[in-house]
């Protein structure tokens, strides 16, 4: 049988004791495609993504990848590999031990998988630290042995759990770029687990929001930003201001709002944060809920407002997305 | 500045040095010179009625050339390596036990006082507790010949080198389990995850990444096991019903007896002994290094 | 298509284990409980089974200054050297523990003096003691010679634990207490020593404990006044009685109640501060 899913997931929950971190989702994700599953913290996107792995026992559901149910397989089985939070590097073992100890428990030879570990450690342009051991390194060049030990395996699913927290925010959009780039080259799935939506929007084919162990939305990136399915979806990945009006609940681009001093919503502004091409500006309307207009430098410069200022928002219908 | 950095920095030696002080103070009087002294001693000459200072080295002679030096050490040697060997393998599993598969830290709590509540009992007590339990008409005997096991009374339960090693184990599980114990909790739970992702088996995560990531906790509780074992005198003297001695026991006779100086030669021996063994199993690990981890 | 599964699958090595770990403790306390019910033993009954009646004779009688050994008494010698011998050792240990946190010439060698004092077999630190006190012509007692024997041994004991201890404390608190015009004491006093609580109180726990089972070590400096481990010592030499029994049965109820009286502090102390 030929999957057209890499993964997919049925009716998947997670129960503990008596909480339920995952409630019976369903997902497919495509074959060869970057997916993000994002969301607060403690709505369950780690949960699913162990449980993937093989990590965390599936309380009920099946999980199937590239066609055949895993479900109850141990993670070696599944074709999945894992990259951890924090790397998880063996701290007794040397870069090239650590790379090749997947070759070594299925008892190949030390030279031969120490030569293969040293392919994948040039893969991920560690080869001249072959010998050392993790303490000796810094935190993006434990990131991409880590990468290596887990792309060793040559698994159809790559697993990331938050794999750019632990970086600084420079470092973070190059990393971004080459877990891209590496996804596409070696056209295997990759599942990334992350609270940042800049990040699932930069890297993601499919992008999962999750909630309370539900999936609230799942779809291209800008699939999701342009029509937020729900309330939270919109708050969650920002950029839009939700409003009340006698068309029902609607969300509203805060890059399409612009100040007026007639014939908008009356608010007033609380912060002004430049940024550089843009200018943020934060209200607060009449009944007290904070909202915020994104206006391009020469517009906001051209008519600035200070904190304090009374001034109205303004959008139009056609930008009003209903909810 | 120079001059300022290095006057900043005697400073701060001087408070450390006054932080430490009592306790280098206590340790150099009490331990240090007191050893230094039956160093000093062990040359000295003796008769029956007093010791004299000398520079003779007749009792280390007498000491090295008596068979009975040899076979006492080679018997305490071997109740050494036998019962740290029978710890060290009580003490790894139920420590891998405790930290790796007790899921709850309250039971997991209970359970590790469970194990430490009987060392809070006299060492004396527990050992003759086994009299009664071990004895020709002892509690384990009496079951066995309830349940129709054995006719007769086991005989060399008591009184023999089998009660010496049960009560070594009893009193010194602890001792091996406890710094293993710690130095397994300080493995990250993700470290086994990654070796199973890896396609580890269990006996693989075990050997190649519990073993080797826990030997801190396993050299401590050797040296701990070891040492008490070298140091006995009264489990071997109590236990073995009068059939064997121990290092410190004979020694402890000769004290008795006021053979100062043969004594204090036994005593350099031993201590030259116990320094190399420990040395030994220090270097496997930094030791200071590894509790401030 | 979805099925209920057994929530928890437990490996097979959980079920060995969790064997090997309940023979353990049967073995831990199996003769320990033998040594309870014995001491109940009947008036006329020996240290062995059978049982013969049943009385509470053999506690009454640790009250009682016997023949051979005076437990009421050396019981209140132990508790003063323990006591002093806790109260030097905190002291000593946690200023050592602070002062170690930077480096000092002479650091190693206190070290390795400190775990050779630990290591040494303990009959010859008595044994060397002895000696010494005797060439000085110094009378050995409990608050000397034995309580000098007994620091050797808790002192590198707490040194280990405060090194442990000392590396989770957070140097930073100490830093913003000075920022914010704490004096050198008041910091001490304010800041250090009461996030070190938890680890003092081991130390102090543990001291006391060492301290208080002290025998190898202690018998040959203590002079003419014996505490109860060599007391008890001494009864074993001459004839068993289960007056032995009824003293560990004793012991262990009085550590049990110490031991639940300070898990109920330190949770109290933990909870105060999650509060808090």
């Not at chain 2, 280098?24 to 000295?44: E, I, Q, R």
């Not at chain 3, 090997?20 to 240290?47: A, E, H, K, R, T």
């Not at chain 3, 289960?242 to 109640?257: D, K, R, Y």
Request: charged share 15%.
């Amino acid at each position: 049988m030929d999957a057209r899913y890499d993964v997919e997931l049925i009716d998947v929950t997670k129960r503990y004791e008596d909480s339920i971190a995952v409630d019976a989702i369903s997902l497919r994700i495509p074959k060869a495609s970057y997916c993000c599953l994002l969301g607060p913290s403690g709505c369950g996107k780690s949960s699913t993504l162990r449980m993937i792995a093989g990590h965390e026992d599936i309380t009920e559901g099946d999980i199937l990848i590239a066609g055949q149910n895993v479900t109850d397989l141990p993670s070696i089985k599944r074709g999945t590999a894992m990259m951890f939070q924090n790397y998880a590097l063996f701290p007794h073992l040397t870069c090239i031990d650590n790379v090749a100890f997947s070759l070594q428990v299925r008892g190949i030879a030390k030279s031969a998988r120490r030569a293969r570990a040293r392919g994948f450690l040039d893969l991920v342009h560690m080869a001249d630290f072959a010998e050392r051991l993790p303490a000796q390194l810094s935190g993006g060049q434990q990131q991409r042995v880590a990468l290596a030990r887990a792309l060793i395996v040559e698994p159809k699913v790559l697993l990331l759990d938050e794999p750019l927290s632990a970086l600084d925010p420079f470092l973070r959009v190059k990393v971004r770029e080459e877990l891209k780039r590496l996804q596409r080259d070696l056209a295997i799935t990759f599942i990334h687990v992350t609270h940042s939506q800049d990040e699932a929007m930069a890297l993601a084919d499919q992008m999962v929001v999750m909630e309370a162990g539900h999936i609230r939305q799942s779809g291209p990136p800008r699939e999701v930003f342009e029509r937020p399915a729900s309330g939270f979806v919109a708050r969650f990945i920002g950029g839009h201001n939700l409003f009340t009006t006698d068309r029902g609940e609607v969300a509203v681009r805060a890059d399409r709002c612009s100040l007026t001093t007639t014939g908008g919503t009356p608010a007033q502004v609380i912060a002004v944060e430049y940024q550089g091409t843009s200018v943020r500006v934060a209200l607060k309307t009449e009944h007290g809920s904070d909202i915020f207009a994104v206006l391009p430098d020469q517009v906001f410069f051209a008519a600035p407002v200070e904190p304090g200022t009374a001034t109205q928002l303004l959008w139009s219908v056609e930008d009003e997305h209903r909810l | 500045m120079d001059v300022k950095a290095h006057a900043r920095r005697r400073r701060a030696w001087l408070t450390s040095w006054l932080q430490v002080g009592p306790m280098a103070l206590v340790l150099v009087l009490l331990f240090a010179l007191p050893t230094l002294l039956f160093f000093v001693v062990s040359f000295f000459d003796y008769d029956r009625v007093g010791i004299y200072p000398a520079f003779i080295l007749d009792n280390y002679q007498d000491l090295l050339t008596t068979p009975a030096t040899w076979r006492i050490y080679l018997s305490t040697m071997r109740f050494a390596v036998m019962a740290w060997a029978i710890t060290l393998v009580l003490g790894f599993f139920i420590a891998l036990f405790l930290v790796f598969h007790i899921r709850s830290g309250k039971t997991r709590m209970v359970l590790f006082l469970a194990c430490a509540v009987p060392f809070w009992t006299s060492g004396i007590i527990r050992t003759i507790a086994w009299i009664p339990f071990l004895g020709r008409n002892g509690a384990f005997n009496t079951i066995l010949e309830k349940l129709h096991i054995i006719d007769h009374p086991l005989e060399f339960l008591l009184f023999s080198d089998f009660s010496v090693m049960v009560t070594y184990i009893h009193l010194y599980t602890l001792l091996m389990m406890a710094p293993i114990a710690n130095s397994m909790a300080k493995i990250d739970e993700s470290l086994i995850e990654a070796a199973r992702d890896c396609g580890a088996s269990r006996f693989q995560v075990l050997r190649l990444i519990i073993i080797p990531l826990s030997r801190t906790g396993i050299a401590l509780g050797s040296i701990l096991v070891f040492t008490q074992v070298i140091g006995d005198y009264f489990v071997v003297k109590r236990m073995s019903g009068g059939q064997s001695a121990s290092i410190v026991s004979a020694l402890s006779t000769e004290i008795q007896a006021m053979q100062y100086p043969p004594a204090a030669a036994s005593a350099v021996v031993l201590v030259i002994f116990v320094a190399i063994l420990v040395a030994g199993m220090m270097r496997v690990v930094d030791v200071r290094r590894e509790l401030a981890r | 298509m979805s099925r209920p599964r057994v929530r928890e699958k437990r490996p097979y090595t959980f079920y060995l284990l969790a064997s090997l770990m309940g023979l353990y403790l049967l073995f831990l306390y199996g003769p320990m409980i033998i040594i309870y019910i014995l001491s109940f033993q009947g008036p006329d009954g020996g240290v062995t089974f059978p049982m013969v009646g049943f009385s509470t004779k053999w506690f009454g009688d640790i009250l009682k200054p016997g023949q051979m050994a005076d437990i009421p008494s050396s019981f209140g010698r132990s508790m003063l050297l323990s006591s002093a011998v806790c109260l030097l050792t905190v002291i000593m240990s946690v200023a050592a523990g602070l002062g170690f946190r930077r480096r000092f010439p002479g650091a190693a060698a206190l070290f390795y003096l400190a775990i050779a004092s630990l290591v040494m077999p303990s009959l010859l630190v008595g044994f060397g003691i002895g000696l010494g006190f005797q060439f000085l012509g110094l009378p050995q007692g409990l608050f000397t010679s034995a309580l000098g024997a007994q620091l050797t041994w808790t002192l590198p004991f707490g040194l280990l634990t405060m090194f442990a201890v000392v590396a989770r404390f957070n140097r930073s608190c100490e830093e913003a207490a000075t920022a914010l015009g704490a004096t050198a004491f008041q910091r001490l006093w304010l800041v250090t020593l009461p996030l070190l609580m938890p680890g003092i109180i081991g130390v102090a726990v543990g001291a006391f404990t060492l301290s208080y089972d002290e025998y190898a070590r202690t018998t040959l400096v203590i002079g003419s006044k014996n505490t109860l481990p060599l007391e008890i010592y001494a009864l074993i030499s001459s004839d068993s009685t289960p007056e032995l029994f009824a003293i560990g049965t004793v012991t262990t109820v009085v550590s049990f109640a110490l031991i639940l009286a300070m898990l109920a502090f330190v949770l109290r102390l933990q909870r105060r501060r999650t509060r808090g």
